[in-house]
């Protein structure tokens, strides 16, 4: 496997400097797919707040097949002259921060790659029909005093054999924008760890099998310049699954598969405004608990799932967002304006596992499907905005795919 890697790697240079070296990468709009293709690549909300020195965003990259790559690759480079002051220096950079300690990575801060195989980085290789979310971080100079946009070019890359691996390059577009509202995300992690139904965090025990709860975890942050004083959070599950009991917040459709929880006494506040000390947060990580039928024929993903946020302001006189624990009796909650909404909503899947062959289907990774709903809410803070913060969600990505 590992010479076979090698290979693959040294077949993948000359395309990744053709990147590194700055020659153009085809234009291709962000959400195509090209006819029989084997994978997919996103990248999420690139609009910044003129005034936000930083804010991540995700790579996400899609195995289309019914069979693991032995290695991925991408790149980020190309930048348009826009980018650049004139005496020199950027406007803001794009960058994977993990990439100096993870996989083959070669460049700088201003165009680099990065080829990653299986054998040393399985929690970085997307499942058959799966996903993995590549956390980057746009970080925009001190220096930029006015809006701008900016170009700039990634490729991705699948193998799934020693032969040329398969490669795609697309164009995004860099906005910072002059605008001094809150700005929203939320990002879902696919569902693929069996959790215990009990009051307290969503600690992963194993794969999900059928008949067994998994945990669906999503964080939300504020990378704007406005607090949002209360959040309003839809989630649809894909056909198949179900919640278990709901938290008190949150109302369950007739089917079982829609929620809406709304979380009128959770404000999140601008990145430098946080104060863990005086719990003001800027980003919070929820969680809900999923039911998986005991017939549900495994292995297999589900797709379908989706998370969207929404912040909430009160139709009264203005306060600290941060200090209301609750909405005055004569206020109504309405939407809060946001910098971009593009990124406010995030699909994931269920990845339920096939119980072990000698397990004859009466065991698992998980505890039954009993007792009270379990829920979380923790800062998350403004590490997430930082380098640190980007690396400790990779870790976290860690602990979990690996058990897939």
């Not at 701008?148 to 577009?173: N, Q």
């Not at 194993?206 to 939300?220: C, F, K, T, W």
Request: glycine share 12%.
């Amino acid at each position: 496997m590992a010479s076979g890697n090698r290979r693959w790697l040294s077949r993948t240079a000359a395309a990744t400097l053709l990147l590194l070296t700055g020659l153009a990468i085809p234009a291709a709009p962000a959400s195509a797919v090209e006819p029989e293709a084997k994978f997919a690549f996103e990248l999420s909300s690139t609009t910044i707040a003129l005034g936000s020195l930083k804010k991540p965003i995700y790579l996400r990259l899609t195995n289309l097949t019914d069979e693991a790559p032995e290695a991925i690759s991408f790149s980020v480079g190309n930048f348009g002259p826009e980018w650049f002051f004139p005496v020199g220096g950027f406007r803001a950079t794009v960058e994977w921060p993990e990439r100096g300690g993870a996989g083959g990575c070669d460049g700088d801060w201003g165009s680099w790659g990065c080829d990653i195989n299986s054998v040393e980085h399985p929690h970085l290789i997307p499942a058959p029909g799966g996903t993995v979310d590549i956390p980057l971080l746009i970080t925009v100079s001190t220096n930029t005093k006015e809006p701008f946009e900016g170009e700039f070019g990634v490729s991705a890359g699948m193998s799934w054999d020693d032969r040329s691996p398969v490669l795609t390059s697309k164009r995004f577009t860099l906005n910072v924008v002059d605008n001094s509202e809150a700005d929203l995300s939320v990002k879902a992690w696919d569902v693929d760890q069996s959790v215990p139904v009990d009051p307290g965090p969503l600690e992963p025990h194993g794969p999900l099998n059928p008949g067994e709860a998994g945990g669906l975890g999503y964080l939300v942050a504020n990378h704007g310049r406005k607090a949002v004083s209360g959040l309003k959070v839809t989630i649809r599950l894909p056909e198949g699954v179900t919640f278990n009991q709901p938290e008190e917040a949150c109302v369950i459709d007739s089917d079982g598969r829609t929620a809406v929880c709304t979380y009128d006494s959770l404000a999140l506040v601008p990145v430098e405004e946080e104060n863990h000390n005086e719990d003001l947060y800027s980003a919070v990580e929820l969680g809900m608990v999923i039911d998986v039928p005991a017939d549900t024929e495994a292995p297999v993903t589900l797709k379908g799932g989706m998370v969207q946020v929404e912040g909430l302001t009160e139709q009264a006189e203005a306060r600290s967002a941060a200090k209301r624990t609750r909405l005055p009796a004569n206020a109504k909650a309405v939407p809060a304006a946001d910098v971009d909404v593009s990124d406010n909503q995030d699909g994931f899947a269920v990845v339920v596992a096939a119980f072990p062959k000698d397990d004859g289907g009466g065991g698992g990774g998980g505890l039954p499907v009993t007792g009270p709903p379990a829920g979380l809410i923790t800062g998350a803070g403004l590490a997430m905005l930082a380098v640190g913060g980007i690396m400790l969600l990779l870790a976290r990505r860690r602990t979990r795919l690996p058990h897939a």
